[in-house]
């Protein structure tokens, strides 16, 4: 058995940007489906695994990591190449870069501008659809001169910012003043190892 396990939610665009990249390293994992809905995050049980009681969480071994960015950069530091996640100063500030969009404007505006209606979450749905179109307007910005977003290869940037802004009209936003954007979401879809959001053989969706 892998020692690779995941804690996922199916519906979260945070857990399936490590769903990308484990696929993507052809990495055997095992996946232990966590209710959010239910609030099984919050409950005792899974504190004690994950003490800040939230989804993705990974456990490689003895290591145990939450937080989707830091599981992107540890996968693609433990197991995979450069390409992924140089390491020269200005190329890796290039996808930091990135990362802090899709932590910020993609993760305030358009992934709580959907939480409202998956699960509805108390947020001004409005305002975050306004911080999401911002991001949007950055990325579309530098992909109408560029197929990826950190380099002239895909890296985890741009796994780190394709599930919300895919997932874009569950948010309420159009994703057609963003031509580039809709370009870039094929070309990652297109991408040897890509799994969906939900996967057919997926029991728990």
Not at 71 to 97: C, F, H, K, N, S
Not at 121 to 146: I, K, M, Y
Not at 158 to 180: F, I, K, N
Request: charged share 25%; with cysteine.
């Amino acid at each position: 058995m892998s020692s690779i396990t995941l804690y996922d939610f199916p519906l979260s665009g945070n857990c399936h940007k490590v769903r990308l990249l484990l696929s993507m390293l052809d990495l055997e994992h095992e996946r232990v489906p966590i209710d959010v809905i239910a609030g099984q995050p919050a409950s005792p049980e899974f504190k004690r695994v994950n003490p800040r009681g939230q989804v993705p969480f990974l456990v490689d071994g003895e290591v145990r990591i939450w937080d989707s960015m830091a599981i992107l950069i540890y996968l693609a530091r433990r197991y995979g190449t450069r390409r992924w996640l140089p390491d020269e100063p200005a190329a890796e500030a290039l996808v930091m870069q990135w990362l802090a969009v899709a932590g910020d404007e993609l993760l305030y505006g358009l992934a709580r501008a959907r939480a409202v209606w998956r699960l509805g979450a108390p947020f001004d749905r409005e305002r975050c659809q306004q911080e999401g179109r911002a991001g949007l307007a950055l990325l579309e910005q530098r992909l109408d001169r560029a197929d990826w977003l950190a380099a002239d290869h895909p890296t985890i940037a741009d796994l780190a910012c394709y599930p919300y802004v895919a997932l874009a009209d569950e948010a309420g936003v159009s994703l057609a003043p963003y031509p580039a954007v809709g370009r870039w979401i094929a070309r990652v879809e297109a991408l040897p190892g890509y799994v969906p959001l939900i996967e057919r053989n997926d029991d728990s969706d």
